[in-house]
């Protein structure tokens, strides 16, 4: 299970040193172009990282040129219409199809807890599977997880002048007695709590009020559902598993809104759809992404309509661009 925990990019750093793929971190694309002698693409990038991160990240100076001899891109439709260089013409095709894709917000929240007694609880509650959906009367949590606990240094620790001192030592404490739970929000919250929420590395002060506001409103229906949830003859209240919460992490993402309209008794509407957009160009060129139909169109279901996530779009869009590109250069 991969929820957006804070470590998701470390998660994806590991996928590619393990599939020793050379990396090259830190460093935004400035313009990407086809060299037709060379048979290669031209990547020119802004830099990155300053002095010793760039160094150790083997990063390229501002403005150094590489050759490749394949692209797989994966941006947002505005990213695509917007990266510089002979990468637009390639991609025109697929603005007219992409141009009006909607999206919508959600997020989660991850919990680290680190009391013995809230613990024992809160194992007892996903005794049986690490993923439960709940039924939240508010509308608010639609499934809770129960992540590895060495997930938590990932999270923003909570202040420890503001927590009282948990029941045992440092010294006594270890990953043992810590547990990591994330919440999903649902659909119909997101709605309505989440599309105002920004990614950007320059929050305003009225961005982190409503990621403060949206983060307590989580934490206390976390804390209400967990309570509830065990058949435990000890009790462990509200107020207990407030307290024993050592960090949080508030992550949110937005996804394309992809409708789909499967009719398996109709051959013609039962076509799979792309998953990319390959270019036409004698060398490997895919965009990748969750606003492509294809990728959201899962294994016929019993109603004859298939509902993917937005994780599960990107995966099999990346799939299938990897099959592609291994497809041309072998």
């Known amino acids: 299970i991969l929820l957006p ?117 809160i194992l007892e509650v996903f005794q049986k599977h690490p993923v439960m959906p709940v039924k939240d009367e508010q509308g608010v949590i639609e499934e809770l997880v129960l992540q590895p606990n060495n997930m938590a240094h990932h999270m923003d620790r909570e202040p420890q002048s503001n927590k009282p001192k948990p029941a045992t030592t440092e010294t006594t404490t270890t990953n043992n007695t810590m547990a990591v739970v994330v919440a999903k929000s649902t659909e119909k919250f997101a709605e309505t709590q989440c599309q105002h929420l920004r990614a950007t590395h320059r929050p305003t002060a009225e961005d982190l009020e409503h990621q403060r506001l949206l983060t307590e409103r989580l934490v206390k229906q976390v804390c209400q559902l967990l309570g509830k949830a065990s058949n435990n003859t000890k009790v462990v209240s ?72 937005g994780f599960t779009a990107v995966f099999r869009s990346g799939e299938e661009a990897a099959k592609e590109v291994a497809r041309v250069l072998s």
């Open 5 to 121: 925990l804070g470590a998701s990019n470390e998660i994806c750093r590991w996928m590619l040193t393990n599939a020793r793929v050379r990396t090259k971190y830190e460093s935004r694309i400035k313009s990407i172009d086809f060299d037709a002698a060379k048979q290669q693409f031209v990547v020119s990038v802004f830099g990155g990282g300053k002095g010793q991160n760039r160094r150790r990240n083997n990063n390229p100076t501002p403005g150094k040129s590489e050759l490749f001899d394949a692209v797989i891109f994966a941006g947002s439709p505005a990213e695509v219409r917007t990266t510089h260089g002979g990468m637009q013409p390639l991609t025109k095709p697929m603005w007219r199809r992409v141009r009006k894709i909607q999206h919508t917000r959600n997020c989660c929240l991850g919990l680290a807890f680190r009391d013995p007694a809230v613990v024992e609880h």
């Open 238 to 309: 509200f107020q207990q598993l407030q307290e024993s919460i050592v960090a949080k992490k508030l992550n949110y993402w937005k996804y394309a809104q992809i409708q789909l309209q499967t009719q398996p008794n109709h051959n013609n509407n039962n076509k799979q759809q792309p998953c990319c957009f390959v270019a036409d160009c004698s060398v490997p060129f895919v965009v990748v992404g969750d606003y492509f139909p294809g990728s959201h169109q899962a294994q016929p279901s019993s109603n004859g309509k298939d509902k993917a996530c």
